[in-house]
């Protein structure tokens, strides 16, 4: 796995647990973001399909083109 890879797909980890958190009715400020972060590495040992799907969407996305 590629540094641009692991990047993304922890983004989407941690934007995934910050959703889960919020459909709970808790809030994020109750969280330091190094829990945050823990948790998101968690879910990405948990599900590792978050890291091909990073790795799909890094293959595809035109943003993500080198240049």
Sequence with gaps: MDANTMTLAMQMAV???K???RAEGR???DYAASDLRKAAARLLIER???IEAAANRIATDARFARR
Aim: aromatic residues 8%.
């Design 27 to 29: 809030k994020l400020r």
């Design 19 to 21: 959703e889960q958190i």
């Design 15 to 17: 934007r995934f647990v």
């Design 48 to 50: 590792p399909e978050i």
